[in-house]
C-alpha cells in the first residue's frame, strides 16, 4: 500500500507544520501578553508614588515650621512665620506642578502603548479594548485638563498673606483629589484588564495543550 503510506507521511508533516506554527504564535502572544503586564505594572507603581509624594510634601511644611534646622529657623525668624509658611508651600507646589506635568505625559504615553498593543498586536476582544480606550481617556483627560489647571494655581499663588492665599492651596488640594479620584479609575479598569488577561492565558494554554496533544497522536497505520 505505498499510496496510503504516503498520504500518512504527509498528514504527519502537516501536523508537525501545523504544531510549529501554533508553537511560534504561542510564544510571540506570551512576549505580548508580557509587555503588557509590564507597562500595566510601570503604570500602576508610578501612580503610587505620585499619589504619596503631593501629601507627603505638603506634610512636610509642617515638620519643617515645627522644628526648622538652626539656619532654617534664622531666616524664618527674619521674614516671620506667616511669609516662611507662605514661601515653603508655594516652592513645594511648583514641584508638584512640574511633577505632574512630566507625569501627565508619561502617563499618556503608557495609555497609548497599552491602546496599540490591544488593537494590533493581540486577538481583538471588545471588553479589554474599551477598557484600555478608557484609561486611555482618562489619561488624556488628566494631561490636556488637570494638569494645566494644576499649573495654573501654582503660578497665580501669591507669596504675601492675603485673603486669595487659602483659597488658591484650597482649590490645588481639590484639584489634585480629582486627579486622585482619575488615577483610581485608571486602577480599578487595569485591574480587571489584567484579569482578563490571566483568565484568557489560561484557558489559552489549555486550548493550546489539547490542540498539540491531539496533533501529535500517530494515525491509523496500515494493516
Not at 18 to 43: E, F, H, M, T, Y
Not at 87 to 99: D, K
Not at 101 to 119: E, P
Amino acid at each position: 500500500m505505498p499510496y496510503r503510506r504516503r498520504r500518512h507521511s504527509s498528514s504527519n508533516s502537516s501536523a508537525k507544520g501545523d504544531a510549529a506554527g501554533s508553537g511560534r504564535r504561542r510564544v510571540s502572544s506570551r512576549l505580548v501578553k508580557r509587555l503588557v503586564i509590564l507597562l500595566i505594572g510601570i503604570w500602576f507603581g508610578s501612580i503610587l508614588v505620585v499619589a504619596l509624594a503631593v501629601p507627603l510634601s505638603f506634610n512636610a511644611v509642617d515638620s519643617v515650621m515645627a522644628d526648622p534646622p538652626k539656619e532654617a529657623g534664622r531666616i524664618m525668624q527674619l521674614i516671620g512665620p506667616v511669609s516662611a509658611r507662605l514661601f515653603l508651600v508655594y516652592q513645594i507646589a511648583e514641584a508638584n506642578r512640574a511633577m505632574f506635568g512630566v507625569w501627565g505625559w508619561v502617563q499618556l504615553g503608557l495609555g497609548l502603548a497599552l491602546f496599540l498593543l490591544y488593537v494590533f498586536a493581540m486577538p481583538v476582544h471588545r471588553l479589554p479594548v474599551a477598557l484600555v480606550t478608557v484609561m486611555l481617556v482618562l489619561a488624556a483627560t488628566m494631561n490636556f485638563t488637570l494638569v494645566p489647571r494644576l499649573e495654573t494655581i501654582t503660578r497665580n499663588l501669591e507669596l504675601t498673606p492675603s485673603a486669595t492665599t487659602a483659597p488658591d492651596v484650597d482649590h490645588f488640594l481639590l484639584l489634585h483629589r480629582g486627579f486622585t479620584a482619575f488615577e483610581v479609575g485608571i486602577v480599578i479598569l487595569g485591574s480587571v484588564l489584567l484579569w482578563l488577561l490571566m483568565s484568557r492565558s489560561e484557558a489559552t494554554l489549555r486550548s493550546s495543550s489539547t490542540k498539540e496533544e491531539f496533533a501529535a497522536r500517530p494515525g491509523i497505520t496500515d494493516r
